[in-house]
């Protein structure tokens, strides 16, 4: 057992050490049997020797491949410093571990050297402590900060997963995927597995000629290696295996450890090296976006630069090897940044005919700003086509659902072709990769409802299908629950994830036994292409975004594409209003509620055209029912509709209608109704309608239609409305309902089980047409009064609040 062998040699060395000391208490004590007389002549040509070595010795200080590793004893106390080959040209060995003093002077010097002297990034490094918890690398912390130190393992999972890591920088040398070396310095390993020993025997074996190099402590039969023996109140060493000394086993003369370093020169240069690490491995924002927008082929995959690690240049890719991306982070861990480095990197390298992003954003807040004209900055970046700000699930699912067509689509016309693949595809129609982005996703997933149920579905199915028609999902959460949502729903969606992206403080996106999101500060990113698999990690940092950057590249996009209209823009927290529709969108007998929340935020409303049942009841105490209303007999006035209406609540605002019913005489009008007229009522509710009264309201919803006479109600209870249109049997009556704050367990008695699970809530309302094909009704955002002017008069165009540039 390596680890008892250790402990032995360790003890061993421990009472070496004891009779060491004794030893030169005799000395001082003048006791001649102590000494060994030497010939004269023999110590003057040592002299000669040594004073040759140590300048040379001086002179190699800077070679990576030849470590100091402490000193040679030479007679009458002189020294000389102890070269051994190291690096790409042998591994060292010690007997005993970083338990005893001289050793851990060793780690450090070691690991100083082999950083030293390589290029900042030529050199990784990972260190195995178990038995001392770290403490051998303790004075090396700003090295570790730095990223330059990886990992050091304190327990025996950590230490496989760190031997992994040293096997995978093998494997990615013998593929030609790395160039840099790592350094595998085992201060301490204590008890460990037969079979983790012989990992790194092997690791070893091929590690000199494939970028490793194994600074063994406490391993004296790691193979390839010098090996420095404690023993008998002496340090030997073995010959390495490529430059033996002599022609003996060993060097012939005792050494000895390194010196302890002065921690304060320890601790200066690690920051020194450290403080270069980090300038070398830094990129600004400008160095991710190339100076002028460039247009790279997308039928291979995506590619994009974020960042550099300790190898380089990080780059990720949108391809069929990692065609999702799964991104985690603490708030404030630096999501935001990450992403738009991608995304600005992204539009900066492939062109909006190659490239299309559909943007969602669950969360409070302002992400995604940057990619939409505000009223400061009107720039965009046109590969945007979809932008949804504070988005509700419902716009999330319609963007899920026409992704979903999308990939139909594209599958009937690879068929066409005969071609299996996107790059296939891309032979015969430049169709663009689309990059959809949700941030939050979670939101979209909680619950049990119809909308969690059917977003699983088409995640999933997007998942699974995505990458053969170049559809790729980035899903982004805070939180861990977020993640487990989805675990739970469907845990097969996340094996379609093999990109895991980890910001600091990211729990869930890599594996359960890999930590190390919760090693990296501020700027830096765990990226892992296997799924979060531990030892798979490749530490990049990103910059930081630059506002100057971004407006200048969505000037320069806007330029050179200036035929691309602006993303439609869903701003969940934002009220809309009538004034803002579009020409197109009014048409005669066609009454305006709001707009839905929906890709194309399409203007909705209901035609009152002459089916029967063309009557709409607005439900619900919420103000907004009477502002709606506004809406709706604004938008059939403008179009010269005739508008009688009668108003109980005191406080509609009536524009060009074109006769008033006071409350009282609204009972009798109700049989004078002209032909091609609308009534429109507020606050029904309150009109105590009597049986009389109610018939000849019942009267006109079963005849009207046929004559062109609709009514537009607002109840602000819902039993009053069933009251007045006689229960069950006049449901068919009035066909079209806009409903607001009534609970789904309080409307379905009268509309039906599927709305069991409407949640009513601030600024949306259910829209529900018994005869159009929306079996669920739709959601919308109702129109509510503008500030200032009422329902508004209607105007020719508008930008705010929700952008239909593009169409
Ligand atoms: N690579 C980086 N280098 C320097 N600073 C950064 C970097 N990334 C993020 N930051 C800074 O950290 C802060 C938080 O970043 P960011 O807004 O991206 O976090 P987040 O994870 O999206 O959090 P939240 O969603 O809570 O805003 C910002 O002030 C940002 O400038």
């Known amino acids: 057992m390596p680890g008892f062998q250790t402990a032995l040699a360790n003890a061993a060395a421990g009472c070496d050490a004891a009779a060491a000391r004794l030893a030169q208490v005799a000395q001082r004590l003048g006791d001649a049997a102590f000494q060994t007389p030497v010939d004269p002549g023999l110590l003057a040509a040592e002299r000669q020797v040594a004073d040759a070595a140590a300048a040379s010795a001086q002179q190699l200080r800077a070679d990576p491949e030849l470590l100091h590793a402490g000193r040679v004893i030479l007679h009458e106390g002189r020294t000389l410093p102890l070269v051994v080959p190291f690096g790409a040209r042998g591994h060292l060995a010690t007997s005993v571990d970083a338990r005893v003093e001289g050793v851990a002077n060793l780690v450090r010097t070691a690991i100083l050297h082999a950083v030293g002297t390589r290029e900042p990034g030529g050199l990784r490094v990972v260190?195995?402590?178990?038995?001392?918890?770290?403490?051998?690398?303790?004075?090396?912390?700003?090295?570790?900060?730095?990223?330059?130190?990886?990992?050091?393992?304190?327990?025996?999972?950590?230490?496989?997963?760190?031997v992994a890591l040293a096997e995978s920088q093998v494997a990615e040398r013998i593929a030609g995927r790395r160039t840099d070396r790592m350094l595998l310095v085992v201060a301490s390993l204590g008890e460990a597995p037969r079979q983790l020993v012989e990992r790194l025997y092997a690791l070893a074996r091929s590690g000199l000629a494939h970028g490793v190099t194994v600074l063994g402590c406490g391993l004296p039969e790691l193979p390839q290696a010098a090996v420095m023996h404690a023993s008998a109140g002496a340090v030997t060493i073995t010959n390495p295996p490529a430059a033996p000394f002599g022609r003996g086993e060993g060097l012939a003369a005792p050494v000895d450890w390194p010196e302890a370093l002065d921690p304060s020169f320890v601790a200066g240069e690690a920051l020194r090296l450290a403080e270069r690490a980090k300038a070398a491995a830094t990129l600004t924002f400008a160095d991710l976006i190339p100076a002028r927008p460039e247009s790279g082929d997308p039928s291979r995959g995506l590619e994009v630069l974020i960042g550099r690690d300790a190898a380089g240049e990080v780059r990720l890719r949108f391809d069929d090897a990692t065609p999702h991306w799964l991104v985690g982070g603490r708030t404030g861990g630096g999501k935001t940044v990450f992403l738009l480095d991608v995304l600005y990197g992204?539009?900066?390298?492939?062109?909006?005919?190659?490239l299309a992003l559909f943007l969602l954003d669950f969360k409070e807040g302002v992400s995604f700003t940057e990619f939409i004209p505000t009223e400061r900055d009107p720039s965009f970046i046109p590969h945007a086509r979809a932008v949804g700000v504070e988005s509700d699930r419902e716009y999330g699912l319609a963007v899920l659902k026409t992704l979903n067509e999308e990939m139909t689509r594209r599958s009937t016309v690879m068929k066409r072709y005969g071609v299996a693949s996107f790059a296939g595809l891309r032979e015969h129609e430049s169709y663009p990769r689309i990059v959809c982005v949700a941030d939050e996703f979670q939101v979209l997933l909680a619950g049990n409802d119809r909308v969690a149920s059917e977003a699983v579905a088409l995640l999933e199915n997007l998942a699974r299908k995505g990458r053969s028609y170049g559809v790729h999902l980035v899903l982004a959460s805070q939180t861990v629950s977020g993640i487990e949502a989805l675990w739970a729903k469907k845990d097969s969606i996340f094996g379609q994830f093999p990109m895991r992206i980890a910001l600091p403080g990211a729990r869930t996106v890599l594996e359960t036994n890999n930590d190390a999101a919760s090693r990296i500060s501020l700027g830096q990113v765990v990226v892992n292409t296997e799924a979060g698999t531990a030892g798979a990690d490749r530490v990049a940092r990103f910059p930081d975004t630059d506002t100057h950057v971004m407006h200048r590249l969505r000037e320069q996009l806007g330029e050179a594409h200036s035929g691309v209209g602006a993303p439609r823009v869903f701003y969940g927290y934002r009220p809309v209003h009538l004034a803002e529709t579009l020409p197109g969108e009014r048409k005669p007998g066609r009454a305006l509620l709001g707009r839905e929340v929906s890709l194309r935020l399409d203007a909705a409303g209901v035609d009152l055209d002459r089916r029967p049942g063309?009557?709409?009841?607005?439900?619900?105490?919420?103000?907004?029912?009477?502002?709606?209303?506004?809406?709706?007999?604004?938008?059939?006035?403008?179009?010269?509709?005739?508008?009688w209406a009668a108003d109980f609540t005191g406080a509609a605002i009536?524009?060009?209608?074109?006769?008033?019913?006071?409350?009282?005489?609204?009972a009798a009008s109700l049989a004078e109704i002209p032909d091609d007229t609308a009534v429109a009522a507020w606050g029904l509710d309150a009109a105590a309608l009597d049986l009389k009264a109610q018939q000849a309201l019942r009267a006109l919803l079963r005849t009207g239609p046929a004559r062109g006479v609709h009514l537009l109600g607002w109840w602000r209870n819902l039993r009053r409305f069933t009251d007045d249109i006689g229960g069950s049997a006049g449901r068919e009556d009035v066909a079209c309902a806009l409903v607001l704050n009534l609970p789904g367990g309080e409307i379905m008695s009268h509309f039906g089980q599927?709305?069991?699970?409407?949640?009513?809530?601030?600024?949306?309302?259910?829209?529900?047409d018994r005869h159009a094909d929306t079996g669920g009704g739709r959601l919308v955002v109702p129109f509510s009064r503008n500030e200032d002017h009422g329902p508004g008069p209607q105007r020719s165009g508008g930008n705010t609040p929700m952008e239909r540039t593009r169409q």
């Open 754 to 768: 599927q709305f069991q699970h409407w949640n009513p809530r601030a600024g949306r309302a259910l829209l529900i």
């Open 127 to 162: 260190g195995i402590d178990t038995a001392t918890l770290g403490a051998s690398f303790a004075p090396l912390r700003p090295l570790a900060d730095a990223g330059v130190i990886e990992a050091v393992a304190t327990d025996a999972r950590a230490a496989a997963d760190a």
């Open 654 to 666: 009536l524009q060009d209608i074109s006769y008033r019913i006071s409350p009282e005489a609204f």
């Open 346 to 354: 992204l539009a900066s390298r492939y062109a909006p005919s190659d």
């Open 614 to 643: 063309r009557h709409l009841a607005v439900l619900g105490s919420d103000p907004v029912g009477g502002e709606a209303l506004e809406a709706a007999v604004t938008s059939l006035t403008g179009n010269g509709a005739s508008v």
